[in-house]
């Protein structure tokens, strides 16, 4: 078995006509029944997610921020963890039998060290529910919540403290999901090393904010990168997981293409093979499940095969 084990994508699939984003409302529509009808659609249409990722054996997969619409809401009406638990472990139990591994990825709009308390409070409790979706699966904390870094007023030490500061508000299970990441604008992978350290975290590598936010670790050799982050997974964490996605040549630096460049995708996968260290690989690309499955060439020279590998059902 070589040092990639799972490929995946975020939120939905293309390749299926059947399935849709999560369905959500606004919120004086949020009445308790119409978020029973959004929720029973929303989990029938993860389960069936599921099951397609397993025929095409992808591995990794990132639920829908409004997966529960209104989840954190401090207004939402309906005790929605009672009353779906019981369908929840069933999904849950569902991406276990099938190997898959889960995550959320927290919006732009979750700052944990933001100046202002309502913010890091909202902020807080995203994670939280996020998390609660991934305890009520029964999925254990390598199933994670991603989070960036936040902003780095008024100077990036002080925004490093109280990013850590706000995540010892977390409840301890909500905490343990948390994974940083870098980002493309404000902290490069070497502060968010950093920063994951000071707080007892795992880190993510995203391969493209790192092209464009490069910071100290710029011309720094791609495997030693790898070694520095992975370093920051434990046994209980799970093993490390990597965000891989090209540059959109029409749009800002960052911005995410419908495709993956094979010849990156080759070159950046032979060198993380060079550590000997097993690691999950997150597609970001428009395409979705689409470009991983015009991936494959490359991931099978890698060990990982994508594409049909059980009949429909």
Same mark, same amino acid.
């Given at each position: 078995?070589?040092? %990639?084990?799972?490929?995946?994508?975020? #939120?939905?699939? /293309?390749?299926?006509?059947?399935?849709?984003?999560?369905?959500?409302?606004?919120?004086? %529509?949020?009445?308790? =029944?119409? %978020?029973?009808?959004?929720?029973?659609?929303? !989990?029938?249409?993860?389960?069936?997610?599921?099951?397609?990722?397993?025929?095409?054996?992808?591995?990794?997969?990132?639920?829908?921020?409004?997966? !529960?619409?209104?989840?954190?809401?401090?207004?939402?009406? /309906?005790?929605?963890? =009672?009353?779906?638990?019981? =369908?929840?472990?069933?999904?849950?139990?569902?991406?276990?039998?099938?190997? /898959?591994? /889960?995550?959320?990825?927290?919006?732009?709009?979750?700052?944990?060290?933001? +100046?202002?308390?309502?913010?890091?409070?909202?902020?807080?409790?995203? !994670?939280?529910?996020?998390?609660?979706? +991934?305890?009520?699966?029964? %999925?254990?904390?390598?199933?994670?919540?991603?989070?960036?870094?936040? $902003?780095?007023?008024?100077?990036?030490?002080?925004?490093?403290?109280?990013? #850590?500061?706000?995540?010892?508000?977390?409840?301890?299970?909500?905490?343990?999901?948390?994974?940083?990441?870098?980002?493309?604008?404000?902290?490069?992978?070497?502060?968010?090393?950093?920063?994951?350290?000071?707080?007892? $975290?795992?880190?993510?590598?995203?391969?493209?904010?790192?092209?464009? #936010?490069?910071?100290?670790?710029?011309?720094?050799?791609?495997?030693?990168?790898?070694?520095?982050?992975?370093?920051?997974? #434990?046994?209980?964490?799970? !093993?490390?997981?990597?965000?891989?996605?090209?540059?959109?040549?029409?749009?800002?630096?960052?911005?995410?293409?419908?495709?993956?460049?094979?010849?990156?995708? =080759?070159?950046?996968?032979?060198?993380?093979?060079?550590?000997?260290?097993?690691?999950?690989?997150?597609?970001?690309?428009?395409?979705?499940?689409?470009?991983?499955?015009?991936?494959?060439?490359?991931?099978?020279?890698?060990?990982?095969?994508?594409?049909?590998?059980?009949?429909?059902?």
């Amino acid at each position: 078995m070589g040092a %990639l084990r799972r490929v995946g994508y975020a #939120c939905m699939p /293309l390749g299926y006509a059947a399935i849709r984003s999560p369905r959500t409302t606004v919120l004086r %529509l949020a009445t308790p =029944e119409k %978020l029973r009808e959004l929720i029973q659609w929303n !989990i029938g249409n993860l389960e069936e997610t599921l099951r397609y990722n397993a025929r095409q054996n992808f591995g990794l997969f990132r639920i829908g921020t409004q997966f !529960i619409p209104f989840g954190s809401h401090p207004e939402n009406p /309906l005790a929605w963890q =009672e009353e779906f638990g019981a =369908e929840l472990r069933r999904v849950g139990d569902l991406a276990r039998s099938l190997g /898959l591994r /889960l995550s959320f990825h927290t919006t732009n709009y979750v700052l944990l060290n933001s +100046l202002r308390e309502s913010v890091v409070h909202a902020g807080l409790a995203e !994670i939280e529910y996020q998390s609660r979706v +991934l305890d009520l699966m029964g %999925l254990d904390a390598s199933h994670r919540v991603v989070v960036h870094a936040g $902003i780095r007023r008024p100077e990036a030490s002080v925004a490093r403290a109280r990013f #850590c500061q706000a995540l010892d508000q977390l409840s301890e299970g909500a905490r343990r999901r948390v994974v940083i990441e870098n980002d493309e604008k404000q902290w490069s992978a070497d502060e968010v090393a950093l920063t994951a350290r000071d707080a007892g $975290i795992p880190m993510v590598f995203d391969t493209l904010h790192h092209q464009v #936010c490069g910071g100290a670790w710029r011309d720094r050799p791609l495997a030693e990168i790898l070694a520095s982050v992975f370093d920051t997974w #434990c046994d209980e964490d799970g !093993i490390p997981k990597v965000h891989f996605s090209s540059q959109d040549p029409a749009k800002r630096p960052g911005a995410h293409g419908d495709e993956v460049d094979p010849e990156e995708l =080759e070159a950046f996968l032979a060198q993380a093979e060079t550590l000997g260290r097993p690691f999950d690989l997150m597609i970001e690309a428009k395409a979705k499940d689409l470009a991983v499955l015009h991936a494959a060439p490359v991931l099978a020279r890698h060990g990982v095969r994508v594409g049909p590998q059980r009949p429909e059902s």
